[in-house]
């Protein structure tokens, strides 16, 4: 008699199974598929910094909005001099780019910034 295994039937899981369970993981965990990226420059003054911010959503099916963004300033010697975060409120769509310009804190000694994604709300 051929044995019908009945269990490997079950573990088996279906294209909906699989699509809720990827919605899952991107909601989770924003800032596995959100990245920020961009340039900036210094304002006449210097007090304030002009930057041209992209954020890109890898997320394959998810939509996120209100991106938090953390922006280090770094001294001549890599030091972080200080912190801030920014929240962005935008919609951000899945495998997408999206610009935003902002104008932000400078500070003095900076030589240089960077910034990451620090959180996101994804959307229902």
């Known amino acids: 008699f051929p044995s019908h295994d009945t ?7 279906s294209p909906e199974e ?11 965990d ?3 598929y959100l990245f920020a990226d961009g340039t900036y ?3 006449i003054w210097g007090n304030k910094l ?3 911010c992209t954020i890109t959503n890898n997320a394959t099916l998810t939509t996120y ?3 938090v963004v953390r922006v280090n300033y ?9 912190t801030n975060e920014y929240t962005i409120y935008e919609y951000f769509q899945p495998n997408s780019s999206k ?3 902002m104008k932000i804190e400078n500070y003095s000694d900076v030589y240089t910034i960077g910034w990451d994604v620090v959180s996101a709300l994804a959307v229902n």
Do not use: G, M, W
């Open 18 to 28: 699989l699509k809720i369970e990827l919605i899952q993981h991107e909601q989770n």
């Open 50 to 52: 002009k930057v041209s």
């Open 65 to 67: 909005k209100d991106v």
């Open 99 to 101: 610009t935003i310009e």
């Open 7 to 13: 269990d490997s039937q079950n573990f088996a899981k």
């Open 30 to 32: 924003p800032t596995n």
């Open 74 to 82: 770094y001294s001549q010697t890599e030091s972080v001099l200080a």
């Open 41 to 43: 420059r210094e304002n």
